[in-house]
């Protein structure tokens, strides 16, 4: 069996032990607080932070600024969940809300996960993309054809940054992009530009803004995922398991208008936000990206089938899935009535 063969095999391998391992460490944990429904009744999600604090937490904006609790909704930060591991941590009770970019998502469904997206948290905008691919500045990189053969910093394989690198090879005309490059993992962007710098990988996706780049003024700015796209590619939803959805759907409800409130208001209020998370979690606001968050949370099909075409013609998941599976705008009241 080669490289690729076990790389393939790997991802729903690891969804179904991450499941398994996840639910035996979590058969023995408390329920969720308070399990009424009613609108007056204070009720307490689960959530988590990412371990690399470079991106507005909207959980802690949303606690802040007072709007989960104008829905009687409590936020508890369990701490850091890594996202290859979110789908399994939410099926199993772990956590109450899980959220990546929409690739992940779609591949646990696609694994077996009974989760459903419920609210869209960043979009695309073309100075707002949801990644960029820098290199030192004054690289030779200049193209998607000067990458080939070269070596390509990610924070973790399946994710949103290696999908996109392969559809930038694709849309450039560069045949089998996954044989094109060396890819290595290392966790966290810091770490990432890090090994930039000191020229240990030519280029590594970073979830950071144009702006940021070029403000850093030793970075070239190679590609975003609006270079590809447009607006539709940097969905990344918050979901719940259908469980969940089943017993709580008026929680879910409350959880939705929050996330809408929180998205508007930190599109119009960035740096606060980005001074809130810093604060929350002790770093320096320079490093923090409040990006550009959906208005009124609301899911939209086309940005979760530009994934599910991708990672099903690099044969990631099976064919069939549809948008439909993946989200509903059921729990959002702003969403246009179809």
Known sequence: MNKKTLRKLAIPVMIFLGLVTVSACSSSSAPTTAAQDGEETPFTLKVFHNSDITGVNIFWVADAKGFAAEENIIFDDVGVVPSGELVASVVAGKLDVGGAHVNRTIAGINGGAKIKAVAASSETLQDFPHM????VKGSPIKSARDLV???LGLATYGGCNEYTTYAWFDKNGIAQPKEQMDIFILPGETKLLQ???QGEVDVVGIHKDPSWVLAQGKYDLLYTDF????????????????KFIN??????????????????????????????TAERGGVDPSQV?????TKDAVMKPETVQVWIDLLEKYEEIKPGITPEQIYTNEFNELAPKI
């Open 132 to 135: 960029c691919f820098v290199a």
């Open 149 to 151: 053969g070269k070596k």
């Open 247 to 276: 017993e709580h759907p008026e929680v879910v409800r409350r959880f939705v208008r929050v996330i809408a409130k929180t998205n508007n208001w930190v599109n119009e209020n960035r740096k606060e936000a980005e001074r809130i």
């Open 227 to 242: 270079d590809i796209w447009g607006t539709i590619g940097g969905n990344t939803p918050h979901y719940f398991s259908e």
């Open 289 to 293: 990206r409040s990006a550009n968050y």
């Open 195 to 197: 090994a930039l710098e």
